[in-house]
């Protein structure tokens, strides 16, 4: 019998949630199969198993914590032994396989409406049954008879939401509250922090986009039957960093004790989507790569970042971040810094917008753009140097093959 135990998940994590166990007790599995699903404050993670065998025990349930190096299981080498039939009584129908947790209002639903959970197919964290799972199933499910819904199974549940009590004659007033996943606590304390620990400013500026958005057009399909990939505006929008990043150094720097550390590399964060929660998997080195290296990392991620796959070290050690509200219809916003970095882009949604060109009104594709920086050690004339600069370098793309 062998421990399956946590293994160190990033420099900083000393915890872990455990997610949903892919595999029960008796279960066999092959090496390098995933068993079970461990939540960090940073990625959910598949956790792999380290030889072929037997799933003989959980001991730490969906919704618990363990800490790096604490066990979690009991593996045994060797495939699982087949279970005798007459161990199952025949007269007793058989009830589906057990399900995935389900949120508490899931759950009542499901008990009202007499839907066993393995009938459910869950789409919150880690599989979780919410109640719009619920909904779309009995919209999607033939009529049956009714029937006495089934006790709830016997299985632990995730620390317990607290329903507020409605008034008698308004019963759809109810609340519920759910506790926080380990990822929104953590971005909860970051977002905190950075107001409380940096002297943050934002400095704002628009571009027209049309240059790229011709450029992209003229070149888009033969850049894909190229390279396999579309040719998107975050690949611009790196390059263009990178460059203003190595004419203004102070944004691609920290504050380490009684130091500023300038950083001679350039590994940008790309904000993703990921569930829970904005994620920031880092390109590293992005100076040396081309249009199309950066357009796959990125489409990697957010992939990654969309099936939980993305690993920890994959979000640590950026110099400069680049967000885009833009894709979610933001106009405008002031995003805010990830620490210990000193500088974050913020992109918006393009939208055709009347300027002034010669003496003329014309209608031109415009996006926002704003940087906001740690006043710190970024003085204000850097960070609108380094946003003119970014303009000027999307409005006129052909300089970033050229580099001036």
């Known amino acids: 019998m062998q421990e399956l135990k946590v293994p160190s998940v990033g420099e900083s994590i000393v915890e872990v949630e455990i997610g949903a166990w892919l595999k029960k007790e008796g279960e066999s599995f092959a090496q390098d199969e995933p068993l079970v699903e461990l939540i960090t404050d940073k990625a959910t993670l598949e956790l792999p198993a380290p030889f072929a065998g037997t799933l003989k025990r959980i001991l730490k349930q969906t919704g618990e914590t363990a800490r790096v190096g604490e066990a979690i299981a009991l593996l045994e080498a060797g495939a699982a032994e087949a279970k005798p ?87 759809w007033r109810v609340s519920e509250a759910v506790p926080m996943t380990p990822l929104r606590r953590r971005i909860a304390e970051r977002l905190l922090m950075v107001r409380q620990t940096t002297a943050m400013l934002t400095t704002f500026n628009e571009a027209d986009m049309s240059a790229v958005i011709a450029l992209r057009k003229e070149l888009g399909e ?79 991620f957010a992939e990654r970042a969309r099936t939980k796959k993305l690993k920890p070290e994959e979000l640590m050690g950026g110099t400069f971040t680049i967000t885009n509200g833009g894709i979610y219809g933001s106009l405008n916003s002031t995003p805010l810094l990830n620490p210990p970095q000193v500088g974050i882009l913020g992109m918006h949604a393009i939208q055709e917008r009347p300027v002034a060109r010669d003496g003329q009104v014309v209608i031109r594709p415009m996006m926002y753009l704003a940087l906001s920086y740690d006043h710190r050690i970024v003085d204000g004339r850097e960070a609108v140097t380094f946003l003119r600069r970014v303009k000027e370098l999307i409005e006129n793309p052909v300089r970033l093959l050229l580099e001036v």
């Open 222 to 300: 033969a850049f894909q039957k190229k390279h396999g990939v579309k040719l998107g505006f975050m690949s611009f929008f790196v390059k263009a960093v990178v460059q203003a990043l190595k004419e203004i150094p102070e944004l691609n720097a920290e504050i380490r004790d009684n130091h500023i550390v300038y950083h001679r590399y350039y590994d940008i964060g790309i904000a993703v989507g990921g569930g829970e929660g904005l994620v920031v998997p880092v390109i590293r080195d992005a100076d040396r790569l081309s249009f199309a290296e950066i357009e796959r990392q990125i489409a990697d």
């Open 85 to 171: 039939q007459a161990q199952a009584p025949a007269e007793a129908p058989k009830e589906p396989a057990q399900g995935p947790l389900a949120m508490p209002a899931a759950e009542r639903l499901m008990q009202e409406k007499g839907v066993f959970p393995a009938e459910v197919q869950g789409t919150g964290l880690g599989g979780r049954i919410l109640k719009e799972d619920v909904l779309r199933h009995l919209e999607s499910a033939p009529a049956k008879p009714q029937e006495a819904p089934p006790p709830p199974p016997a299985r632990p549940a995730p620390p317990p939401s607290t329903p507020t009590q409605a008034p008698a004659d308004r019963p």
